[in-house]
Structures are given as structure tokens and as C-alpha cells.
């Protein structure tokens, strides 16, 4: 059904200053998790964006160099109520631009549902949704939204990606799938089922659980039930804690599994995990691994990132995501919604992954994705350990957005005169 004018998940606005303010200031609110048992990841990620602004800001900012960007902090708390409170104080505060993703697919979803609204009411004051992280198909499917541009490849891209990796591994015979209990972890599940079983018809799935995101202090029942089904890989969409305490559980229980995992890989303490672990191994995919060969910008932009914050640098796609925006308001010549969203469809931009592009029909970034696999540093596939360990990550594949690119059920409204 064709769904009212209204966005729809993941929030990113922007904000023009009054023209008599001084300096001209672009608003940019960032709505991610900065509390709770995610605050180190939305702490990282809010590094990522605030590097990429001050780099912005220190070559000229935006509009002829008329316009600074100035970035607003929220915490999301990972609860919807906090995160549309959080929106409205940053819409109060003049930002008409919110990058977030890492509270997950639901938060996201209703954080773009409550910015259409705002625009509805509000069309001088209409606000956009930039999402670095939340994959849920979903959102730039059935519930695409003029205002919401996704920075990330979605949950049928990567798995595509995964489902291609495991159609060449016969080692994988019984699959379990064990998720959040959210949109993302039902999402991954899913995807997981359809995907590997078209790939591989031989694969059984051995077993399907959720469990309540960010709860779980004691994964070992849980391995013991992974155990019992029979499985030898794990499809789970789990990140953060939920990652990190899984991986031990089961290498406490000695139970050594495979596990298919998104973009967790890179995220703080899952290296030193697999590495300590000493059973199973982790793949994941993304559009950048660290110590990736043949990619030298994203690599450079890791150490000048290192050397300018003392912390390692998590990802490429959410450091573009202001930029990108950046140079749409450029395009644009302002920094009007409705501007801005026009200059960012189809807009093309030569990342530091490589070039990339914002599909108009559905706003989804297409962008590279890599397979690989986090293994001991053995000098050749594996160079460079991370996290202080001797672990790194081993390429396995490598994609172009277009070739994981799928089709949508998108159906987007747009503003009157568009």
C-alpha cells in the first residue's frame, strides 16, 4: 500500500543560521547511543563523525566557505521515547540535519517517522535522516522516506555478500540462527534463511532463537543450546556486548564455531575476544577491514585518524556520512531539506573505499563490501594485529555495491513540485 507523504527511520538534520549570525552554522545532530552497555560503540562512532566535521570546518566548511557545520550531541539511550525527545530538542536547538544508526532499526525507524511529521508541520524547518548503521531493508524498502538516505549497505546486501562465501566453504553443514530480538536481529535471521538456503540447498538450519538485545549477561545456556542442535556456524547479527560475551561463552564451553556476522568485526573488543577465545572464528563483512590491501586512502585516513585521536579508526561509511552531506549542501547552494535531499539522489562521490553512489529511487548508498575473517597474523594474508593482539583480519572477497545491489519496494512520495 502506497503510504501517505511522511519519512521514515534514522534521523540526520541540518540547519542553516539565521543570515545575520556570526559565524553562518549548518546544524548537525548526532542521536546514538552514549550511555547503556553500547556507550563505548556510540562513543566511537561519534568520534568517526566528529573528526570528519572538524576536517570539513578546517578546509573552508560549507556553502563558499560562507558556513561552518556545528555538531549537537544526543543520547539515544537506545529507547525510542529518548531518541524522539532527543530529536525534538536538537529540531529546538535549529539543527535540520541528524546522523544516526547505531541504536538499531527500530529507534532509527521511529526517529524518521517522528521527522516526518516535523516536516509535514513544518515545511520551512523540514529536517533530513542520514543513517550510518541501521540495515533493516526495510527502511529504503517498503518504508522508504523522501527524508531518509541509508549510508550503509542494507541487511540483503551484506548477506548476499555472506551467502556467496558460503557457497564456496563446504565445511558449513548446520547452521544455527541466533539474533537480538529486534528489527535488525529478525532481519539478519531472515536473510540468513533465505540467502544461504538459495546459495546452499544443502545447508540445514539446525535451530532459531532470539534473545532480548543488550539483557543477556551469561550466553552459556545459550551455547549449550547451539551445541545440542548440532550447528557448526552461527548467522547472528549481534554486536557489542552481545557479541563479545557470545564469543566467550562458547569458548569457555570449548565449543568452537563459525560465526556470519555484519560489521561487527571492527567494533572495540571483538578482536581481543576472538583472540582470547582460541576456538571459532569470526567472519563479518563491510565496506573496509583495517590492514585492507589496495584501498591506501582508507588506510591513510585510519592513521591520520589514530594519530589525531589516540583511538583506532572504526569506519569508513560513518566518517563519509557528513561529508557526503557536506557536498551535497555544496551542490545544493543551501542548506534547505528539500535542496539538499534533491542534490543527494544519484549524487556520485569518490570515497576513500572507492566510488560510491546514492541511488535516487530508494536512497540507498551503493558501496563496497569485503568479506573477511578475523585470524592470527601470519605475514602474509594477515599483516597487521589489532586491538594489541595477534589477530588481524583476512580478506576473503570483495564486492561492488552494484553487484550486491538488489531490487526495492520502494515507493517514494515526495514534496509537492519535486
Not at 543527494?344 to 575473517?373: F, I, K, W
Request: charged share 20%; aromatic share 8%; with cysteine.
Amino acid at each position: 500500500m502506497k503510504m501517505p507523504f511522511a519519512p521514515v527511520a534514522l534521523a540526520a538534520a541540518l540547519a542553516c543560521g539565521a543570515a545575520h549570525a556570526e559565524p553562518a552554522v549548518v546544524k548537525i545532530a548526532y542521536i546514538d547511543p552514549l550511555s547503556g552497555p553500547f556507550a563505548n560503540i556510540g562513543q566511537l562512532m561519534l568520534s568517526n563523525i566528529q573528526y570528519a566535521v572538524q576536517d570539513i570546518n578546517a578546509k573552508g566548511g560549507v556553502l563558499k566557505g560562507t558556513a561552518k557545520l556545528e555538531l549537537l550531541q544526543f543520547d539515544s539511550k537506545l529507547s525510542v521515547p529518548e531518541s524522539q525527545s532527543a530529536l525534538q530538542s536538537a529540531i529546538d536547538q535549529g539543527a535540520r540535519a541528524i546522523v544516526t544508526g547505531g541504536s538499531g532499526s527500530s529507534v532509527v525507524g521511529a526517529l524518521v517517522q517522528a521527522a516526518a511529521r516535523h516536516n509535514e508541520r513544518n515545511p520551512d524547518k523540514a529536517v533530513l535522516v542520514l543513517n550510518h548503521s541501521s540495515i533493516d531493508p526495510d527502511l529504503t524498502g517498503k518504508n522508504c522516506s523522501f527524508w531518509h538516505f541509508q549510508f550503509e549497505a542494507n541487511t540483503a546486501m551484506k548477506m548476499k555478500a555472506i551467502a556467496n562465501t558460503i557457497k564456496r566453504d563446504a565445511q558449513v553443514k548446520n547452521v544455527y540462527l541466533f539474533n537480538q530480538d529486534y528489527a535488525h536481529g529478525r532481519q539478519w535471521a531472515r536473510y540468513g534463511r533465505a540467502l544461504v538456503g538459495l546459495a546452499r540447498p544443502d545447508v540445514k538450519f539446525v535451530g532459531e532463537e532470539l534473545f532480548p538485545i543488550g539483557r543477556v549477561k551469561d550466553f552459556m545456556p545459550y551455547v549449550q543450546k547451539i551445541k545440542a542442535a548440532g550447528a557448526d556456524s552461527v548467522i547472528t547479527g549481534n554486536w557489542g556486548q552481545d557479541l563479545t560475551l557470545l564469543l566467550r561463552a562458547a569458548s569457555d564451553a570449548g565449543v568452537n564455531l563459525r560465526y556470519y556476522n555484519h560489521s561487527a568485526g571492527a567494533t572495540p573488543g571483538t578482536v581481543v575476544a576472538v583472540a582470547q577465545a582460541s576456538t571459532g572464528q569470526l567472519t563479518w563483512v563491510g565496506e573496509w577491514h583495517p590492514g585492507q590491501q589496495d584501498v591506501p586512502k582508507a588506510d591513510a585516513l585510519a592513521k591520520a585518524y589514530r594519530a589525531k585521536t589516540g583511538s583506532e579508526f572504526l569506519s569508513p561509511r560513518i566518517e563519509m556520512t557528513p561529508r557526503i552531506f557536506a557536498v551535497a549542501v555544496d551542490k545544493a547552494g543551501s542548506a534547505d531539506a528539500v535542496k539538499v535531499a534533491r542534490a543527494l539522489e544519484d549524487l556520485r562521490y569518490d570515497s576513500v573505499v572507492g566510488p560510491v553512489r546514492m541511488r535516487a529511487e530508494d536512497h540507498q548508498l551503493l558501496l563496497p563490501q569485503v568479506v573477511n575473517t578475523i585470524a592470527p597474523v601470519d605475514g602474509k594474508t594477515v599483516k597487521t594485529g589489532w586491538e594489541g593482539t595477534s589477530y588481524g583480519f583476512r580478506t576473503d572477497a570483495t564486492y561492488t555495491g552494484n553487484e550486491l545491489a538488489q531490487g526495492t519496494e520502494c515507493t517514494m512520495a515526495r514534496p509537492p513540485g519535486f
